[in-house]
């Protein structure tokens, strides 16, 4: 089955730096890879998602890239702030391949020191 | 936040005792999933369903047992709760495996 390895599982970085999050997968059929933010305390929710048919997508101040010869995914956030701190949450799946659910990363806890 | 509800939110329960958690949708999505959510060890996906009455399960199933009779409820019962079991348990769904999660609230279990 599908396996998801992200790094790095902490990351400290100066607010206004560039953070990035990389993950790796291990099923090439996979088709899906979205990120999840959870704040404190809070539920994870989507923040952008790429499909194999893009290589990368931008919202603001986030994007993705994928790269599906080498099998992996990552995150860049741009000019970070301090409400950018959570923790991060990759995962794969693959669309119209029967139930399988997605599979996530075990997260990377972001810190944007002031 | 899409329609998800779980109940209870907290709940303190002891050791070999049944615990019932509820999750119930608005949204007429297909799948739910149940993970459990520890530190180190992010999201692990205990059961989940793609359908009334069709379930199966995830990487973390001994223990808990699932039961799905109505399109919007999916409950999670741990039979006999252990120490072990202390989490916070979310529910989530989705239109298909290929789509975005919606994520409930979260239910924080403590077993003493």
């Known amino acids: 089955g599908e396996n998801v390895e992200q790094h790095p599982s902490t990351l400290s970085v100066q607010e206004g730096d560039s953070a990035v999050i990389k993950c790796t997968y291990s099923?090439?059929?996979?088709?899906?890879f979205p990120w999840y933010k959870q704040e404190l305390g809070k539920r994870p929710q989507l923040i952008i998602d790429?499909?194999?048919?893009?290589g990368e997508k931008k919202d603001q101040r986030i994007a993705v890239t994928l790269n599906k010869t080498a099998k992996h995914f990552s995150l860049h956030i741009t000019e970070t702030q301090p409400e950018d701190s959570a923790v991060y949450f990759c995962?794969?799946?693959?669309?119209?391949?029967?139930?399988?659910?997605?599979?996530f990363g075990k997260g990377t806890r972001l810190s944007v020191i002031a | 936040d899409a329609g998800i509800t779980q109940s209870p939110r907290h709940k303190v329960t002891e050791t070999g005792t049944p615990v019932t958690l509820r999750c119930h949708q608005t949204?007429?999505?297909?799948?739910m999933y149940w993970y459990r959510q520890d530190p180190g060890h992010g999201l692990r996906l205990i059961h989940y369903?793609?359908?009334?009455?069709?379930?199966d399960k995830g990487e973390v199933s001994d223990g808990y047992s699932v039961s799905r009779s109505k399109t919007e409820d999916f409950l999670l019962t741990l039979e006999s709760a252990t120490s072990s079991q202390t989490s916070v348990y979310f529910c989530?769904?989705?239109?298909?495996?290929?789509?975005?999660?919606?994520f409930g609230p979260g239910t924080r279990l403590t077993v003493t």
């Open positions: 099923d090439s059929a996979s088709n899906y």
């Open positions: 995962a794969a799946s693959k669309k119209g391949s029967g139930n399988t659910p997605l599979v």
């Open positions: 949204e007429n999505h297909r799948y």
């Open positions: 790429i499909r194999s048919n893009v």
């Open positions: 989530a769904i989705s239109v298909d495996p290929g789509y975005e999660q919606y």
């Open positions: 369903s793609y359908g009334v009455k069709d379930t």
